[in-house]
Nanobody, 123 residues
Framework: VQLQASGGGLVQAGGSLRLSCAASGRTYVMGWFRQAAGKEREFVAARVLSDALGRYADSVKGRFTISIDNAENTVYLEMNSLKLEDTAVYYC????????????????????WGQGTEFTVSS
């Protein structure tokens, strides 16, 4: 499975942006992680294709929404009320199996990764 992410750029604080990630095949879980300069990659959001629940990091809860277009094998990350600390390279990821909510935040549970798309939030 190949993942192609897009949607990065420059946005002002308080603004909105949508990232998308198209998968070349079917997966079971799709998610987003991010990595800011000098920091480790961290979980942002994930969604299991078989249910309608988004799981979110506390830092983005209420501001970000993850959605999936099953027909297009595409996952979206709608980001609102952006903050300076949201600046990072965002990676989409996909897993072929789902082992429970507690595993979604673990990047090692994901089988495929996109190339990363970067955006910067400016003041």
């Amino acid at each position: 499975v190949q993942l192609q992410a897009s949607g990065g750029g420059l946005v002002q604080a308080g603004g909105s942006l949508r990232l998308s990630c198209a998968a070349s095949g079917r997966t079971y879980v799709m998610g987003w992680f991010r990595q800011a300069a000098g920091k480790e990659r961290e979980f942002v959001a994930a969604r299991v294709l078989s249910d309608a629940l988004g799981r979110y990091a506390d830092s983005v809860k209420g501001r970000f929404t993850i959605s999936i277009d099953n027909a297009e094998n595409t996952v979206y990350l709608e980001m609102n009320s952006l903050k300076l600390e949201d600046t990072a390279v965002y990676y989409c990821a996909a897993a072929l199996n789902f082992y429970g909510d507690h595993t979604l935040r673990d990047l090692h549970q994901y089988d495929y990764w996109g190339q990363g798309t970067e955006f910067t939030v400016s003041s």
